[in-house]
Protein backbone atom coordinates (compact mmCIF):
# COMPACT_ATOMS: atom_id res chain seq x y z
CA UNK A 1 0.00 0.00 0.00
CA UNK A 2 0.94 3.41 -0.26
CA UNK A 3 2.95 5.44 2.14
CA UNK A 4 4.26 8.34 3.20
CA UNK A 5 6.32 9.16 6.33
CA UNK A 6 7.63 12.24 6.95
CA UNK A 7 10.55 13.10 9.49
CA UNK A 8 12.56 16.10 10.36
CA UNK A 9 10.13 18.80 12.04
CA UNK A 10 10.99 20.24 15.20
CA UNK A 11 11.41 23.84 17.31
CA UNK A 12 13.70 26.19 15.99
CA UNK A 13 14.75 30.04 16.05
CA UNK A 14 13.47 32.53 13.64
CA UNK A 15 16.41 32.66 11.18
CA UNK A 16 17.23 29.22 11.40
CA UNK A 17 16.96 26.09 9.10
CA UNK A 18 14.84 22.58 9.10
CA UNK A 19 15.53 20.12 6.34
CA UNK A 20 12.42 18.00 5.96
CA UNK A 21 12.44 14.47 4.82
CA UNK A 22 9.25 12.47 3.08
CA UNK A 23 9.87 8.40 2.19
CA UNK A 24 7.85 6.82 -0.22
CA UNK A 25 7.29 2.72 -0.51
CA UNK A 26 4.32 0.94 -2.06
CA UNK A 27 4.31 2.88 -5.64
CA UNK A 28 6.45 4.43 -8.40
CA UNK A 29 8.31 7.42 -6.72
CA UNK A 30 9.78 8.19 -9.90
CA UNK A 31 6.24 8.26 -11.66
CA UNK A 32 4.92 10.96 -9.87
CA UNK A 33 4.66 14.57 -9.05
CA UNK A 34 5.39 15.55 -5.33
CA UNK A 35 4.66 18.49 -3.01
CA UNK A 36 5.00 19.92 0.43
CA UNK A 37 1.30 21.13 2.09
CA UNK A 38 1.08 23.09 5.23
CA UNK A 39 -1.34 23.37 7.99
CA UNK A 40 -1.88 25.55 10.77
CA UNK A 41 -5.16 24.88 13.45
CA UNK A 42 -8.76 26.38 11.94
CA UNK A 43 -6.64 27.06 8.49
CA UNK A 44 -7.11 25.23 5.35
CA UNK A 45 -4.01 23.19 4.12
CA UNK A 46 -1.99 24.91 1.60
CA UNK A 47 0.07 24.45 -0.59
CA UNK A 48 4.44 25.07 -0.12
CA UNK A 49 6.01 23.49 -3.14
CA UNK A 50 5.69 20.88 -5.74
CA UNK A 51 8.11 19.14 -7.59
CA UNK A 52 7.73 16.58 -11.15
CA UNK A 53 8.70 13.55 -11.70
CA UNK A 54 12.01 14.04 -13.54
CA UNK A 55 12.88 16.88 -10.74
CA UNK A 56 12.74 19.00 -13.96
CA UNK A 57 10.29 21.37 -12.45
CA UNK A 58 9.80 23.20 -8.91
CA UNK A 59 7.09 25.34 -7.75
CA UNK A 60 6.46 27.42 -4.86
CA UNK A 61 4.44 29.23 -2.97
CA UNK A 62 5.02 33.53 -2.72
CA UNK A 63 5.33 33.12 0.51
CA UNK A 64 8.55 30.73 1.14
CA UNK A 65 10.03 31.49 -2.27
CA UNK A 66 13.98 32.38 -2.10
CA UNK A 67 13.68 30.47 1.61
CA UNK A 68 12.61 27.31 0.72
CA UNK A 69 13.75 24.55 -1.66
CA UNK A 70 12.31 21.39 -2.60
CA UNK A 71 14.00 18.01 -3.89
CA UNK A 72 13.95 14.46 -4.51
CA UNK A 73 15.91 11.77 -4.58
CA UNK A 74 14.49 8.77 -7.02
CA UNK A 75 16.92 6.30 -6.03
CA UNK A 76 15.91 6.71 -2.46
CA UNK A 77 12.18 7.60 -3.14
CA UNK A 78 12.41 10.44 -1.09
CA UNK A 79 11.00 13.85 -1.44
CA UNK A 80 13.22 16.32 0.80
CA UNK A 81 11.92 20.35 1.73
CA UNK A 82 15.24 22.60 2.88
CA UNK A 83 13.63 25.65 5.02
CA UNK A 84 15.89 28.78 5.40
CA UNK A 85 15.14 31.42 6.99
CA UNK A 86 12.83 30.50 9.09
CA UNK A 87 9.98 33.38 10.53
CA UNK A 88 7.32 32.05 13.08
CA UNK A 89 4.47 32.57 10.76
CA UNK A 90 6.32 29.13 8.82
CA UNK A 91 4.38 27.58 12.01
CA UNK A 92 2.55 24.64 11.21
CA UNK A 93 2.14 20.87 10.26
CA UNK A 94 3.87 20.12 6.98
CA UNK A 95 2.81 17.19 4.89
CA UNK A 96 3.67 15.45 1.66
CA UNK A 97 1.64 14.38 -0.75
CA UNK A 98 1.40 12.42 -3.92
CA UNK A 99 -0.02 14.12 -7.07
CA UNK A 100 -2.60 12.02 -8.97
CA UNK A 101 -2.02 13.65 -12.12
CA UNK A 102 -0.27 16.69 -13.24
CA UNK A 103 1.15 19.53 -11.24
CA UNK A 104 -1.37 21.28 -9.08
CA UNK A 105 -1.33 23.63 -6.39
CA UNK A 106 -4.75 22.71 -5.15
CA UNK A 107 -4.83 20.08 -2.07
CA UNK A 108 -7.32 18.46 -4.25
CA UNK A 109 -5.65 17.14 -6.57
CA UNK A 110 -3.27 15.04 -4.18
CA UNK A 111 -4.41 11.46 -3.32
CA UNK A 112 -1.99 10.17 -0.57
CA UNK A 113 -0.65 12.22 2.39
CA UNK A 114 1.49 11.63 4.89
CA UNK A 115 0.95 12.18 8.66
CA UNK A 116 2.33 15.21 9.28
CA UNK A 117 5.47 16.76 11.03
CA UNK A 118 5.23 19.56 13.09
CA UNK A 119 7.92 22.49 12.35
CA UNK A 120 7.54 25.20 15.14
CA UNK A 121 9.59 28.48 14.81
CA UNK A 122 9.84 30.84 18.16
CA UNK A 123 10.16 34.55 17.71
Known amino acids: QVQLVESGGGLVQAGGSLRLSCAASGFTFSSYNMAWFRQTPGKEREFVAAISWNVGNTYYADSVKGRFTISRDNARKTVYLQMNSLKPEDTAVYYC????????????????WGQGTQVTVSS
Open 97 to 112: ARDSGGISFSRREYDY
